[in-house]
C-alpha cells in the first residue's frame, strides 16, 4: 500500500489516461460554440457573409434585417450561416420591442397570461394588420390562433409572456426551402413563443386557421412549421402537424409553438407535367398498337371457335371493350394535338368526344364485371335474348345520353392545366372549371361504383377458381406463372389500374402519376397476354382453372339469339 504523500504507479496512468480523454473530448464539447465565435472572429474560413461588417450592434446581436444583406444566410449549410440563422430566428422570438420599428415585414402582438387562465386564448391575424385579440363580435375574412389553456397551466410562473409574430417572407428575405415546388400562402408565416421554452408535445394541440379563397384545382395545403435541422438551411415539415380543409380556409392542428405556415403544394410542376405529357403521348400509341391487335386477335379466336356460343359472347365483350380504348386514346391525342388553337364550338365538341369516350370505357369494364358475374355466379338458367347487342346498346348508348346532358348545360370547352404562378402548362378540350361537379359525378362518381362492383366479381371469380384447382375438377396445366397471367389480365379487364386515379392527391403523387400512366399504357398488353393464355392452348389442352370454366362451362344458357 503506499504512503500517503507518495503516489503508485497506477495512480499515475490513471492520471495520464484522464487528461487525454479530457483533451479529446473538450473539443468536441466546445464544437457546438466554435461557430458563433467565429461569427464574431471574422475568420475568413468560418464567416458566415462579412459578418463583422454586418454585425452594427456591438453586443453580438445580429442585425433584423441580415437576411436582406446577406443572401448567403437562406442557403448556406456552414456551422456560422447555422449559427446566426438559429441567433436571428430567436431575436425575432424574444427581442421584439428593439424589432417592432426596425424591421420591415414584422407585426407583433405581446400578452402576458396567467397561469390560471380558465378558457383557451384566442388572437385573430392578417397580413396586414398583423395579430391581434379577437374579438367574438367580429366578423371577417382574418385568420385564428387558439392557445390552449393547457399551455400555460404546465409552466412554473405565475405570468407567462406570449408573443405572437406575423412576418411577410418577402420583406424578410427569410423561411424560403432549398428547392422548394409549394408557395407561402400570402407570403405569411405566424411564429408563437410563450415564455422562454421551447413547448412540444401538447396532447390538446395549438389551432390555427389560416383563411383562403377557392384554391386552384390541382393545388393541394399543408400545413408546415420551419425545422432549422432540416437540409442544410431549414425548410418546411408537417411532422406533428394535421391538415384539415375547410370551405374557407385550412385548419392546422399542430403539438408545438414554433414558426408556422400554410404551403400550397401544386399536384403538378411544370417539368413534372411534362415530362408526364410525353410520357402519356408514348403510352397512347403503346395502347393503340395493342388494341388494334387484339381487336384483329379477337375476331380470329371467334371465327376459330365459332361453334362455341358462349365464347363468341365473352370475344365479343372484349373487342368492344377494347374497341372503347381505342377510341379514347385517339381522341387523347386529338384532343392534346388540337386544342391549342381551336374555335371555342370545335373544342366543345372535342371535349364531348373524350368524355364519350371515356365513360365508353369505364361502362364497358363495368358490362365485362356484370358479364363474369353471370358466368360465374348465376351460372344456371340465365337466359338473355340478343345479350350481346342489347350489352352493345348500353355500352354505347348510356354514354351518349350523360354526354348530351353534359354538353346541353354547357360543361365543355377550353381546360388550362396552371401552375400556382398561374403559368399555363397545357391546354386541353375537357369539363370546365366551372363544371367540376359534373366531372366528380360522371367520372369519379361513376369509377367509384364500377370498381367497387368489379372488385367484387374479381374475388369471387378468383375464390372460385382457385377451389376448382384444390378439389381436382381442372386437369392440365396448372403452372404458377400461367395462373399469375390470367389473375393479372382479369384485373386490367375489370379496369383495377384505374384505381390509381385515387392515389394521385397531395404532394407526394408524383410517383403514382407516373405509375398510373404506365400502367394503364399497358392495360391492352395484359389483356393481350391473359387472352392468349386462356384461349390459345392446343384445342383439347386446358390452361387453367378460369379457362376451363370460361371455355367448358356448358351450364349457361346465354345466348346471343
Not at 296 to 317: K, P, Q, V
Not at 524 to 535: H, Q, R, S
Amino acid at each position: 500500500m503506499a504512503r500517503g504523500g507518495q503516489e503508485t504507479p497506477q495512480s499515475s496512468m490513471n492520471l495520464l489516461l484522464g487528461t487525454v480523454l479530457l483533451l479529446l473530448v473538450l473539443p468536441d464539447a466546445a464544437g457546438g460554440q466554435e461557430s458563433c465565435a467565429a461569427l464574431r472572429r471574422g475568420d475568413r474560413y468560418h464567416r458566415c457573409c462579412n459578418t463583422v461588417e454586418l454585425e452594427e450592434q456591438g453586443n453580438g446581436t445580429p442585425s433584423p434585417d441580415l437576411p436582406r444583406r446577406c443572401p448567403e444566410l437562406r442557403h448556406s449549410g456552414s456551422p456560422a450561416c447555422a449559427c446566426l440563422r438559429e441567433r436571428w430566428l430567436r431575436l425575432l422570438q424574444l427581442e421584439w420591442p428593439a424589432l417592432r420599428s426596425r424591421l420591415a415585414g414584422l407585426k407583433v402582438l405581446l400578452l402576458n397570461i396567467s397561469r390560471a387562465v380558465t378558457h383557451d386564448v384566442l388572437i385573430t391575424f392578417s397580413p396586414r394588420e398583423g395579430p391581434r385579440m379577437l374579438n367574438m363580435t367580429e366578423k371577417g375574412k382574418a385568420g385564428k390562433i387558439q392557445l390552449p389553456r393547457e399551455i400555460f397551466r404546465s409552466l412554473s410562473s405565475q405570468t407567462v409572456r406570449v408573443v405572437v409574430t406575423v412576418l411577410n417572407i418577402q420583406q424578410l428575405g427569410m423561411f424560403e426551402e432549398i428547392n422548394q415546388t409549394g408557395q407561402v400562402l400570402d407570403d405569411t408565416v405566424v411564429g408563437i413563443t410563450v415564455g422562454e421554452t421551447s413547448i412540444s408535445g401538447l396532447q390538446d394541440p395549438v389551432r390555427l386557421t389560416f383563411t383562403h379563397g377557392q384554391l386552384l384545382r390541382g393545388v393541394t395545403p399543408q400545413c408546415v412549421f420551419w425545422d432549422a435541422g432540416k437540409g442544410q438551411a431549414g425548410g418546411w415539415s408537417s411532422s406533428g402537424c394535421v391538415t384539415q380543409t375547410r370551405d374557407k380556409g385550412t385548419v392546422c392542428s399542430c403539438d408545438h409553438l414554433t414558426f408556422f405556415t400554410l404551403l400550397l403544394n401544386p399536384a403538378l410542376n411544370r417539368s413534372t407535367a411534362q415530362a408526364l405529357m410525353v410520357v402519356a403521348t408514348a403510352g397512347c400509341g403503346v395502347a393503340i398498337a395493342f388494341s388494334i391487335f387484339i381487336i384483329a386477335f379477337c375476331i380470329f379466336l371467334r371465327w376459330r371457335f365459332r361453334s362455341e356460343e358462349t365464347l363468341r359472347i365473352n370475344l365479343g365483350l372484349h373487342v368492344n371493350l377494347m374497341g372503347s380504348l381505342l377510341l379514347l386514346n385517339l381522341a387523347f391525342l386529338l384532343n392534346r394535338g388540337l386544342s391549342g388553337g381551336t374555335q371555342l364550338g370545335t373544342c366543345k365538341v372535342l371535349g364531348g368526344l373524350t368524355h364519350y369516350c371515356l365513360l365508353c370505357c369505364f361502362t364497358w369494364m363495368a358490362l365485362e364485371g356484370c358479364h363474369f358475374y353471370l358466368l360465374f355466379v348465376k351460372v344456371l338458367g340465365t337466359y338473355i335474348h340478343h345479350y350481346l347487342a342489347k350489352l352493345c346498346l348500353i355500352g354505347w348508348g348510356f354514354p351518349a345520353l350523360v354526354v348530351g346532358v353534359a354538353g346541353v348545360i354547357g360543361s365543355y370547352g377550353e381546360y388550362s392545366i396552371q401552375t400556382m404562378e398561374h403559368q399555363i402548362i397545357a391546354h386541353l378540350c375537357w369539363i370546365t372549371s366551372k363544371h367540376l361537379l359534373v366531372h366528380y359525378i360522371t367520372n369519379c362518381g361513376y369509377f367509384s361504383l364500377i370498381f367497387l362492383f368489379n372488385m367484387a366479381v374479381f374475388g369471387v371469380v378468383t375464390q372460385k377458381s382457385c377451389c376448382l384447382q384444390g378439389t381436382g375438377t381442372v386437369q392440365g396445366d396448372r403452372n404458377a406463372w400461367k395462373v399469375a397471367l390470367v389473375v393479372m389480365g382479369l384485373f386490367c379487364l375489370l379496369g383495377a389500374t384505374w384505381a390509381l386515379a385515387f392515389f394521385t392527391h397531395g404532394t407526394s403523387s408524383e410517383p403514382v402519376l407516373y405509375l398510373f400512366t404506365i400502367l394503364n399504357s399497358l392495360q391492352g398488353f395484359f389483356i393481350f397476354i391473359w387472352l392468349v393464355v386462356l384461349y390459345y392452348p392446343k384445342t383439347k389442352e386446358i390452361a387453367g382453372s378460369l379457362s376451363h370454366i370460361i371455355r367448358h362451362d356448358k351450364t349457361t344458357t346465354v345466348s346471343q339469339d
